[in-house]
């Protein structure tokens, strides 16, 4: 069972939508995330850090993020967070954080369905001169095939 559920992700987001929405001119990464660490008590596991390195918590509301920048709700600039009028009307409607966040999710994946046909429409309409050609390994008519696993080969 995952530390972290979308209830909980959810919570993140929602204080920090209201951290933000106090903040219209936007607010520094850091603060914002300090600010919504005050706001919420904190399990072991969450003060916990990553073995790569990290705050546990704080890797996990950044990450979280991108889903409502994705979404249209948040904006990134050089490390200045501030919340969209689309956001802030996500924020007021929907109260329950797991639906914020399964709606904020629904739109990064709706976002990035868009990227892959678009990535694939433009790489038919015009050639990738820089592509190289694939690498066919050919095999040696002298090499004896290998079996395949969980068959028998004949013996010879």
Known sequence: ?????????????RILFSILSDHPDGMQAGDAIAAVA?????????????ESGGRRFVKIL????????????????????????AGLKAYAELKD???????????????RRAQVRRRSRDSRMKPNWRRKPPIVALRSPTRRRRSRPGKRSKPT
Not at 38 to 50: I, K
Not at 73 to 82: A, E, R, Y
Not at 97 to 111: K, S, V
Request: proline share 6%; with cysteine; glycine share 8%.
């Open 38 to 50: 005050s706001r919420l008590t904190l399990t072991p596991y969450e003060e916990g850090e990553y």
């Open 97 to 111: 954080p797991t639906a914020f966040h399964g709606e904020a999710f629904r739109l990064y994946h709706e976002w």
């Open 1 to 13: 069972m995952p530390q972290i559920t979308r209830q909980r992700t959810g919570e993140y987001l």
């Open 62 to 85: 950044r990450f979280a993020t991108v889903d409502c920048v994705k979404a249209g709700w948040l904006v990134k600039n050089k490390g200045l967070w501030t919340v969209t009028p």
